[in-house]
């Protein structure tokens, strides 16, 4: 049977409570008759030990015990003394076999010089003997009741033994004492009990509300729904569960609830964009055919150029979603070689300055960069070309003329870091962190006349750094426009998953 989880707590709680209240009152009840037994045996043990100790003073003048048989006011003087009350008058008269030492005087107030009585009474389950057995004083006992038997001696030999019959099952004020602290117990037991239910309720229904709010939630969100906020504890008409996990929880969802959001946004927004980027050389092409099959257009090696290089920026466009859809899913291919860094990005730098010079722009690199050592890597070189390429294309299509590119590495604790910034114009701080995000565009102070690119290139750089273990970053430049860091490490140990990662800002 499947149950909620305020009925599993209350019964986990009850249960474990339960199981400690037996425990603890089965060990304390235990404890409390094996002491009070305790109590009693080392009680008679400390009156049967002084009263043989008066017997061995009074029979060190007569041995014989015959002072003892049948002497009802001996056997009483002995008792008066063990417990400590004054001495009585003498009444010489036999005593029966069937009484006890003595009978108990009138209870009265003890004199200030006298101790008083000790509790417990032993005169009536004590038997003297004489050594040879004989009834000498006491009420004689059943056979079968459990004693303790010592030995009476003068000058160390037995002169007479001395029975005691053990204590009996507590009555009067003993029992009531017994009964008392186990009326206690079992209140305290079921007081107990009943507050662990109580409180294993209480703690449940305060842990089950946020946890039925959130699972209300999860189902709207599983349909699609968006909007779906859960109120956090601590604000106005939130559950507090008191639970730190649960509002934990809460507010995580809460924060899924945002990303999933963004995500669904960013999904329309990228069927969007990947619709209008296909759209436009799609266009131009069916536009061009058209006047070609009407005749308005002769197909003519300059028709013809302009219709390859429609085509070739549609292929570029469609090569890099493929690139983007790849990374995505974890498998953009690595092939890592070995080789010398400091050579392959001087190279692949060297490359643009042609481009650059023709745009207006100067691209340099750093003082010092080119005259650096070689630098051992295991990189797939053709992947980081790409990402150099990508870096230097958005800044010489996005920097005004007469403006700079500048390009700069170098390697810190194992790891290469790469650096291509611009002059102005720049980018807002708002729109850093979404520079890597497909498709995105900044706005139009950062674009040259008929420079415009597919907003893929920094995306594909963003997966290419993550493929080799890297991370990738952009900030304001010194130059006045944007800066792109890069880290790399010298040798990734292996390809991690591309999954989409935090941007960077």
Same mark, same amino acid.
């Given at each position: 049977m499947r149950l909620r989880i305020a009925h599993q707590l209350s019964l986990l709680l009850t249960a474990a409570v339960v199981l400690a209240v037996l425990a603890v009152g089965g060990v304390s009840l235990w404890s409390l008759r094996s002491g009070f037994g305790d109590y009693l045996r080392q009680r008679d043990e400390a009156q049967l030990t002084r009263f043989i100790q008066l017997l061995e003073r009074r029979a060190a003048a007569d041995p014989s015990m015959d002072w003892l048989r049948g002497n009802r006011e001996a056997q009483r003087d002995l008792m008066?003394?063990?417990?400590?009350?004054?001495?009585?008058?003498?009444?010489?008269?036999?005593?029966?076999?069937?009484?006890?030492?003595a009978e108990p005087p009138p209870r009265r107030r003890p004199p200030p010089h006298r101790r008083?009585?000790?509790?417990?009474?032993?005169?009536?389950?004590?038997?003297?003997?004489?050594?040879?057995g004989d009834w000498l004083a006491g009420r004689r006992q059943p056979p079968h009741l459990a004693r303790t038997v010592r030995a009476v001696q003068v000058n160390g030999a037995d002169v007479a033994f001395v029975e005691l019959v053990a204590e009996p099952e507590p009555e009067g004020i003993d029992a009531r004492f017994l009964q008392r602290?186990?009326?206690?117990?079992?209140?305290?037991?079921?007081?107990t009990i009943a507050i662990a239910l109580l409180a294993g309720w209480w703690v449940a229904r305060r842990w089950s509300r946020p946890l039925r709010q959130l699972q209300l939630a999860t189902h709207r969100i599983a349909r699609g729904e968006q909007g779906v906020r859960i109120a956090v504890p601590g604000t106005p008409g939130a559950s507090r569960s008191g639970a730190m996990e649960i509002?934990?929880?809460?507010?995580?969802?809460?924060?899924?609830?945002?990303?999933?959001?963004?995500?669904?946004?960013?999904?329309?927004?990228?069927?969007?964009?990947?619709?209008?980027?296909?759209?436009t050389p799609l266009a131009v092409l069916r536009g061009e055919?058209?006047?070609?099959?009407?005749?308005?257009?002769?197909?003519?090696?300059?028709?013809?150029?302009?219709?390859?290089?429609?085509?070739? *920026? #549609?292929?570029?466009?469609?090569?890099?979603?493929?690139?983007?859809?790849?990374?995505?899913? +974890? $498998?953009?291919?690595? @092939?890592?070689?070995?080789?010398d860094a400091?050579?392959?990005?001087?190279?692949?730098?060297?490359?643009?300055?042609t481009r650059a010079a023709q745009l207006g722009l100067v691209l340099a690199l750093e003082p010092g960069a080119h005259a650096l050592?070689?630098?051992?890597?295991?990189?797939?070189?053709?992947?980081?070309? *790409? #990402?150099?390429?990508?870096?230097?294309?958005?800044?010489?299509?996005?920097?005004?003329?007469? +403006? $700079?590119?500048?390009? @700069?590495?170098?390697t810190l604790e194992d790891t290469l870091h790469l650096t291509v910034e611009d002059s102005a114009p720049g980018v807002a701080a708002a729109q850093l962190d979404q520079l890597f995000d497909p498709l995105f565009r900044v706005d139009s102070?950062?674009?040259?006349?008929?420079?415009?690119?597919?907003?893929?290139?920094?995306?594909?750089?963003?997966?290419?750094a993550q493929a080799h273990n890297g991370t990738v970053a952009a900030s304001a430049s010194r130059l006045g426009g944007l800066a792109i860091q890069v880290s790399l490490p010298l040798e990734p140990t292996q390809q991690p998953p591309l999954g989409r990662q935090p941007r960077h800002s």
């Open positions: 008066d003394e063990l417990s400590g009350r004054p001495l009585r008058p003498r009444i010489d008269r036999p005593q029966e076999p069937g009484e006890g030492l008083p009585a000790e509790a417990g009474n032993i005169a009536d389950r004590i038997v003297v003997l004489d050594v040879r602290q186990t009326t206690g117990m079992l209140i305290t037991a079921f007081s509002d934990e929880l809460v507010t995580d969802v809460n924060a899924m609830v945002v990303a999933l959001a963004k995500l669904e946004d960013s999904r329309r927004h990228w069927i969007a964009r990947i619709s209008h980027e296909l759209r055919m058209e006047s070609i099959e009407d005749g308005a257009r002769q197909p003519t090696p300059a028709v013809m150029a302009s219709l390859r290089e429609e085509v070739a *920026q #549609l292929t570029r466009l469609v090569d890099d979603l493929h690139t983007l859809a790849v990374a995505d899913l +974890g $498998q953009l291919p690595c @092939h890592f070689t070995a080789g400091q050579s392959e990005l001087t190279r692949m730098a060297r490359r643009f300055e050592p070689a630098i051992p890597t295991q990189w797939d070189f053709g992947r980081i070309e *790409q #990402l150099l390429s990508n870096l230097l294309e958005n800044s010489l299509r996005y920097t005004r003329a007469p +403006g $700079q590119v500048h390009v @700069h590495w170098r102070a950062r674009t040259r006349t008929g420079q415009h690119g597919s907003g893929l290139g920094l995306s594909i750089v963003r997966a290419i």
